[in-house]
Nanobody, 130 residues
Framework: EVQLQASGGGLVQAGGSLRLSCAAS????????IGWFRQAPGNEREGVSC????????YYANSVKGRFTISSDIAKNTVYLQMNSLKPEDTTVYYC???????????????????????WGLGTLVTVSS
């Protein structure tokens, strides 16, 4: 059974940093993609970032490009999202998700689409105060 556990959320002041972790179990980091998404109440789930085994590619939403960095530690079955220069508009619940197939090269529209993912973890709340 695939399980994803997101952690690392919390309260931070604007301009601060947080690192989210997504620990995966029952999942083989072979041909895969792990994505981070966020969803504010009343809004659709938004793709934030993705890391894919295909060429080790990473993808970012325009709203976080240059501020967030995704990385993976295969030995620990964990994917991280380093979030710097946080803004109040980054406040929401963040989810990690797994896709049992890598993202084709340069296919950002697949990488950041919630419909393309097979497994989801519970979210972690990020609150950025102004």
């Amino acid at each position: 059974e695939v399980q994803l556990q997101a952690s690392g959320g919390g309260l931070v002041q604007a301009g601060g940093s947080l690192r989210l972790s997504c620990a995966a179990s029952g999942f083989t980091f072979d041909d895969y993609a792990i994505g981070w998404f966020r969803q504010a109440p009343g809004n659709e789930r938004e793709g934030v970032s993705c890391i894919s085994s295909s060429g080790g590619s990473s993808y970012y939403a325009n709203s976080v490009k240059g501020r967030f960095t995704i990385s993976s530690d295969i030995a620990k079955n964990t994917v991280y999202l380093q979030m710097n220069s946080l803004k109040p508009e980054d406040t929401t619940v963040y989810y990690c998700a797994a896709r049992v197939q890598s993202v084709p090269s340069s296919s950002w529209y697949i990488a950041l689409s919630a419909y393309q993912y097979d497994y989801w973890g519970l979210g972690t709340l990020v609150t950025v105060s102004s």
